[in-house]
């Protein structure tokens, strides 16, 4: 196949969507649409681009917020840990660059938390640097259209990939065709029920022609997940404020506000839970019982968390030591700290 590049770019000229990020070459604006978009679909994750865009409108205005602002901005979207690399990667430009946001992949590749994928896209469509983007959608395409049977995510996989696009990305519109490739994942070669019989490549598609298009690409083996309990006390006091705390230790939701929490190996009734030292601590002259709100589950890339979230009934009078980890925040503050997507529901059923 020699004309694939100006084929689906013909095709992503009439039938792409139409999206903010796509009128504008600015690369700190494509950069923010890229992080956002790989860990959500475009429908969801418009709203948190326009939201984070809004907030941080520059490179500029992301390195001089605090690292709680920008947590609070991501708040929902889930991987924290690109919240946090997207601020030092903007402190980074500001210093190194004089805040003038990089165009080249040697420098983006550079920069905390940038990837391959997104100094080729960042690269490419503003800076028109002919770097083939490889995502989970061009994998998909390619591994159909010309039989790549590696494994998808592996090296291999991604260098059979890039090798292959190569060959057919446009030297002078290189973002355009990347795009292309991308939307045409997207919408189109789709990972369930694909429309094949209307694809523009069905004639020349190896998947198609050989009843391969379940099982291209090859599926990477599942990581087993690794289950957790976790049993939250919602503790109000008398002056009307929420007993919180930041997650540390480089664990899961890394300075995220929480409730207290009672880790243990199965979800805790009642007794179990005003036995435990914490709740002796917030409860230190036993005046209060254990009330069972509400259980969820939280699915994570490698966790499964189950959830069990009780309130403290009665007046609770508790003073916090110097030094405690544990903070009163007032119950109208709750919606602007940073917290997981778990705690956020939580409050949105029971405060907000």
Known sequence: MTDFGDRIMRWYR????????????????????????????????LGYFLRFTG????????????????????????????????????????????????????KLIKLKGIGKYTAAAVASISGGEPVPVVDGNVIRVFSRLFGIEEVAGSGRSFKRVAEKSLQY??????GTYNQAVMEFGALFCKPGRPDCPNCIFSDECFAFLNGKV???PVKRPEIPRKTRWFN?????????????????DRDIWENLWELPLVESGHLLDPGELEAS??????????????????????????????ARFYKISGILNMHLQ??????????DQLKYLPVSRLMDRFFQDQVY
């Open 169 to 174: 990305i446009h030297r002078e519109d290189p």
């Open 277 to 306: 030292g914490l709740w002796k601590q917030l409860d230190p002259y036993n005046a209060c019982k254990a009330v069972l709100l509400s259980d969820a589950k939280h699915i994570l890339s490698h966790r499964i968390i189950y």
């Open 214 to 216: 379940e099982q291209l």
């Open 232 to 248: 939250y006390i919602f503790a109000v006091t008398a002056q009307g404020d929420v007993v919180m705390q930041q997650r540390r």
């Open 14 to 45: 009439t039938s792409r969507r139409d999206l903010p990020w796509r009128h504008t070459r600015d690369p700190y604006t494509i950069w923010v649409s890229e992080v956002i978009l790989q860990q959500t679909k475009v429908d969801q994750g």
């Open 322 to 331: 110097s030094g405690s980890n544990y903070k009163l925040i007032p119950v």
């Open 55 to 106: 907030r941080f409108r520059d490179v500029q205005s992301l390195a001089s917020a605090s690292g709680q602002e920008v947590l609070a901005v991501w708040k929902g979207l889930g991987y924290y840990s690109r919240a946090r690399n997207m601020h030092a990667a903007a402190g980074m430009v500001v210093s190194e660059y004089q805040g003038v946001f990089p165009e080249t992949y040697d």
